[in-house]
């Protein structure tokens, strides 16, 4: 799996992954906060989000019609839709790329459910490897109650009921989380994740990524400036508004 | 032949699904619109269920699960070639899973209107990887029999505008943009369906069954070879 940046890709793409209640979604917003206030082209992806397929996920989950298989592409076409209409034109824009959640989410679950690790991998190899892979990792009984203080209802395929692994969904969540929680720390090293601490205050974890991510990434040359020249006729138009802007900075 | 054949899956499978289990027979018609699938698949179903064998039928875009929201994303052409790819993979799979395995659990006869084969040439054709649609489809079991209905491009166009007197967008490739016209586009497009459809027939080996005969004349041939493949346990 090539990353962008060796695929030669102008982007960059950041990928945050961890268990529910890791506390990676709230880091990745407040990264995306910052670069955002740097001035810096940045978009933000989120798994399971694409307008399209989102009907049909939504359908299979109410009506608990998924199996593993099923459940696994229909993951993978919402991430293909992401990816083929968002990500890969964007990242050819220079783009920087923030998801929270990028395919290692499908590796670590679909596998836990019984998918044949070569085939979901298969699947999912059109995508290239994200720039940076932050893995949160938070004390298994620190997630867990996160997620189960807040949320007590959880839902039928999230607490992994469809594996039939108990009776009593909080019960099925927490073995369901476990076991997915040794999937990703199995792939972690072959897919170069950088461990976060997750147990650590959100406040000193904001410090890391943002120095983890100023280190790897030369953020200078993704910011926003109009890269395309305008045609003649609207070119004077820029000049004063490129005059307009300097006077305010 | 074995006395006693068991099913297998081309690829990897399906999650805890035990092969030996699976009795009944999967029969596979294969062919572009106009090549008289439909047709063909009524008159087998008529006859296998007069002979009192119970039978099932399945095709493209047909699962509960995602056929409205293919149906859709089809008609507004807004979904990039591996995304589509997916979301017919996830259409098969949901009544692989459904249909088609409790079925053969069950002894029934399934008829499959269209399979694997459609959808692989379909995304060759459009220039996919071959080997990605290989591991996406292992999923797949392999058929009792599959049948390729094969019709020449200028007679199918015939056939589809005596019936709708309309071509398909989609069976006339014009995402392609092979040609502006959907006619020649048409040609085109069922041509180099064709000539895919031949290099699967390497790998798969199906029947390839001409059907630019009557319909009444296909089917007795396809009766014949059903009846070699249901009679042998």
Redesign the interface.
């Known amino acids: 799996m090539k990353t962008f940046a060796e695929s030669n890709f102008p982007g960059r793409l950041i990928a945050v992954e961890g268990l529910d209640g890791s506390g990676k979604s709230t880091q990745i917003y407040l990264l995306k906060r910052w670069l955002e206030a740097e001035g810096i082209k940045v978009y933000f992806s989120e798994w399971n989000s694409s307008e399209?397929?989102k009907?049909?996920t939504s359908?299979?989950k109410k009506r608990e019609?998924?199996?593993?298989?099923?459940f696994s592409?229909?993951h993978?076409?919402d991430f293909?839709?992401r990816?083929?209409?968002h990500l890969v034109p964007l990242l050819r824009a220079g783009y920087i790329v923030l998801c929270d959640r990028y395919v290692f989410t499908a590796f670590a679950r679909d596998v836990t459910?019984?998918?044949?690790p070569?085939?979901v991998r298969?699947?999912y190899?059109?995508a290239c490897a994200p720039d940076l892979t932050m893995f949160f990792k938070a004390d298994l009984d620190v997630s867990l109650n996160r997620i189960l203080e807040g949320r007590p209802k959880l839902k039928f395929f999230e607490a992994g009921m469809d594996l039939r692994l108990s009776t009593d969904p909080y019960e099925s969540f927490k073995i369901f989380q476990g076991r997915i929680l040794d999937q990703y720390l199995a792939m972690s090293k072959e897919f170069n994740f950088v461990i976060m601490d997750a147990n650590e205050n959100v406040e000193k974890q904001q410090v890391l990524v943002r120095k983890l991510v100023s280190e790897r990434i030369d953020l200078k040359k993704f910011k926003r400036r109009s890269p395309l020249p305008l045609p003649p006729s609207l070119a004077g138009d820029r000049e004063d508004k490129e005059e307009l802007e300097d006077k305010a900075a | 032949m074995n006395a006693k054949k068991s099913h297998r899956f081309y690829g990897h499978g399906i999650p805890r699904v035990k092969l030996e289990e699976l009795g009944g027979k999967l029969i596979v018609v294969e062919g572009a619109d106009g090549s008289g699938r439909s047709t063909q698949i009524a008159e087998l179903v008529k006859w296998l269920e007069t002979s009192g064998r119970p039978t099932v039928q399945v095709g493209l875009k047909r699962s509960t699960l995602v056929s409205e929201e293919l149906e859709k994303a089809q008609k507004g052409n807004v979904l990039s070639r591996t995304t589509l790819s997916l979301f017919y993979a996830t259409d098969f799979a949901d009544q692989l899973e459904n249909i088609i395995l409790p079925a053969l659990k069950a002894g029934f006869i399934v008829l499959s209107d269209r399979y694997i084969y459609t959808l692989m040439a379909r995304d060759m054709v459009r220039g996919m990887d071959e080997k990605w649609l290989k591991n996406l489809y292992g999923i797949a079991p392999v058929p009792d029999a599959v049948f390729y209905l094969t019709v020449e491009p200028e007679e199918l166009v015939q056939r589809n505008l005596s019936k709708n007197a309309t071509l398909d967008y989609w069976e006339s490739g014009m995402d392609l943009g092979m040609s502006r016209e959907v006619f020649d586009s048409f040609l085109k497009y069922q041509a180099a369906m064709q000539s895919v459809f031949k290099s699967l027939q390497k790998t798969y080996g199906f029947d390839i069954v001409d059907a630019n005969r009557s319909a009444h004349a296909v089917n007795k041939e396809l009766r014949k070879k059903i009846s070699s493949v249901i009679d042998t346990d």
Do not use: H, M, Q
Not at chain 1, 113 to 116: D, K, L, V, Y
């Open positions: 399209l397929v009907s049909a359908k299979g019609l998924l199996t593993p298989t099923t592409l229909i993978a076409t293909a839709d990816y083929e209409r459910r019984g998918c044949p070569d085939w298969g699947n190899n059109f």
